[in-house]
């Protein structure tokens, strides 16, 4: 689409002043339906949110609020010192013939939020979550907001809530570093956006761990790097595998604390030998740390990051699975020694962290909330680990073998030879969720042939009697 055609699309963006609606809410609709309509076709760019605020003369709050959520439901994606684009690979929503569109009861079912059930992975308790206190912390914040809030922000994000990052990695994860090595981004996108801008060059490739998690690769080579799976074993990523299957890479991504999805942890000897790779051979290792904060058995154990004396370690983090996904917060933490190279990369970047709620989640880290949530939701998540394992084990232990690891939002479960020799995991999944019970194939999480099978069964968002009930369902499918 040319952007003669993308500028008149958005002429046709009319707001109501006087409606009932506000204009966010106006604006968002209005937006979803020329994505849907094809007036913004996919691949598309649109205005910085600058220019697109003073043609609709509404502030640049409220089209960064819009944009943030249009990001997050997957209509646009932001590339770093790019933009926004409509999101290249789209959901078939398109109306089914241009004289028979979509009508608002359809487009009001299509963005129905569809609930969670057991066992969706990742899927946090929100009814557990402590809104009361961030509404206070909102109100506070936006009834009479900070000058600098107003203006301009830091491409590095706001910096009270970089210094309440520091604070919690030091205290969590035992990673000293200051406010100025942190960059607030919108997620992982973001994250993979402005390391790809920053410490690689085009065609560069990065390896990443197999199984793993999908949208890193896509991630990857949406900003021109090649992602090279490298198989894991049971001890994680293995750099010597590593550099057999890709001996140029210049980078690698992975999770070391917590490997995703399998759930174990990569023991110091393979961490330095990953490190000692990085300094030889002018290459980057990505932590990405997921979900530590979540380990039921003694304390989050040490960021990788703290090992490195060569600065070869970047630290990534998020707030999707603590707080909620919605929230579209994550962080990069730079070695101090790049700060400038990364001050460099983002200054001309409009930021894509929503300047509404970093403010808000400054407060709810510094107040002592956010510390006594995730204290609360692990003792809760480790009851409900507990019980789905005694679940599984008393209504399918003679079938599935528990991958008993005590940290995490989900575990995973092996298949016995006979059930093996009848259904694959693939099979498994489908004739689950028949039965309303959600749950993923580990061969999914493989690009390219699986090594392994098994079953991704999420807890942490479901109550002990929804798990047991689950449990028994899911019984009664292996059995059928």
Known sequence: MTKAKTGASLLSLSLDRDGGETLQAQLLMQLRRLILHGGLTPGSK????????????????????????????????GRARS?????????????????DP???????????PVPPRPFDVSAPDMAEFPF????RHHDAVWRYPDAELLQRPDPFGWHPLRRAIAEHLAQWRGLRCGADQIIITSGLGEAISILAETLFAPGDAVMTENPGYGAMNRALRRNGLQAVPVVVDDQGFDIRRGQHTVPEAKGV???PSRHYPLGVTMPLSRRLELIDWAKQNDGYVIEDDFDSEYRYQGQPLPAMMNLSNDDRVIYVGSFSKVVFSALRLGFVVVPRSLIGRFREG????????????????ARFMESGDFATHIRRMRRMYSKRHSALVTALERNAGDLLEVDNIPSGMHLVVRPSLE?????????ISKRARQRGVNLMPLSGFFEGPETARGLVLGFAGFDERALEDAARVLADCLRA
């Open 132 to 135: 009361r206190q961030w509404s």
């Open 102 to 112: 979509l009508g608002p009861a359809e487009l009001d079912e299509i963005f129905q």
């Open 419 to 427: 059930l093996a020799s009848r259904l694959s995991d693939a099979e």
């Open 253 to 255: 991504i992975v999770t």
């Open 83 to 99: 933009g926004v684009f409509v999101e290249a690979e789209l959901p078939d929503l398109a109306p089914r013939s241009a004289t």
């Open 346 to 361: 983002v200054c001309d970047v409009d930021p894509q962290a929503s300047v509404i709620v970093q403010p808000v989640m």
């Open 46 to 77: 649109l205005p910085s949110s600058r220019m697109l605020a003073a043609e609709l003369s509404v502030s640049r709050v409220t089209v960064a609020a819009v944009i943030d959520q249009l990001i997050s439901e997957g209509y646009l994606e």
